[in-house]
């Protein structure tokens, strides 16, 4: 659809405002706000990885998380990084994780081509990872990775009582447990847990910057120094020990410091649209989000839904969603919103009435 793409993008770059996501800005603006941050910080530059505002961002998660931290590029380079590390000490290249995982639907086979890993399916679709689902796989594994939340899924979430129990189960198997926690920061309100709880189940986790977080990009894995230092030895093979990162850094800051303690407000919002949708004829996934981003079904096709949210954003000057796909239920089309600090600025009631629009025509 990369005409629809190209006016979703012209028509949300024309809106004042936006409903989902974060503010409509452009790079000066943003780039402005880290200049006065890193004044305000007097830090210098990173080098390769260390120093500067990546040192102060290692920190920073190491007394969030109660583990050390390590700075990445980019997500797929952490999280293959700390799968070669586990798998390695283990002797083993088989590795547990969901059919939707990111690593199997998003990286161009990079996983097992790059490293080899052989995965066995620990979820099949829509459902989350429990201790039983880790039984289930029989065999000798090197480590087993759960998303949290499991994004292709509309951001499902375990209850803390199943994630104890996989962590324990994983544990009595002896087998590393890694976690996908690029929207970990949005999943802490589900369960009023601290982060450093959830770092405590896992092995190893990795964490992102730029999605609830607004980065620019980067990501983290957190985990014991030894498997750090690993890690780290994997991402300078992989190129990723970049010369400076510090934009990055610094944004991720910015992130930890403005939007983190705003999470659970995202969330009550999230829920309190969730709630007035189904009345509309839009059907949400999951039921009550649990994550401040999650899934809206509605029926109708692709060509005609996307037509009613470029009318509407046209007429309001609101960006409200991005396009709608067609769902794997024929005659019916889905999209992904993610609620950040600009939804909070307008009543549920009214965007559920715009969204009603593009629903039902
Ligand atoms: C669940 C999940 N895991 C991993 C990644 C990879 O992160 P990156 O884009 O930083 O490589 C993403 C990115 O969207 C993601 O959503």
Redesign the pocket.
Known sequence: MPDDMTRFRDLAAACDTTVFGHPIEGPGQILRRLADLADELDVPWDQYGARGPVALLEEELEALFGKPAAF????????QSALRVWCDREGTSRVAMPDL???LV??QDGPRRLHGFQVEHLTTGAEVATASALHGVVGRLGAVLV?L???DAGCLLPTWQELTDLSAAARHRGVPLHF?G??VWESQPFWGTSLAETAALSDSM?V????GLRGI???AVVGPEDFLAEARVWRSRMGGTLYRSTPEALAALLGLRDLLPRMAECLAWARALAAELPAHGITVNPVEPHTPTFLLHAAGTEDAVNERVLGVMERTRLRLTGPWRASPEPGRVVTEVAVSTPALEHEPQRVAQLLAEIAVG
Request: aromatic fraction near 14%; hydrophobic fraction near 35%; charged fraction near 20%.
């Open positions: 990445f590029p980019s997500g797929v380079m952490a999280q995982s990111h690593l998003h990286e998303e939340p499991l994004r996908d690029a929207r990795y992102s910057f730029y999605k990009a980067g990501a």
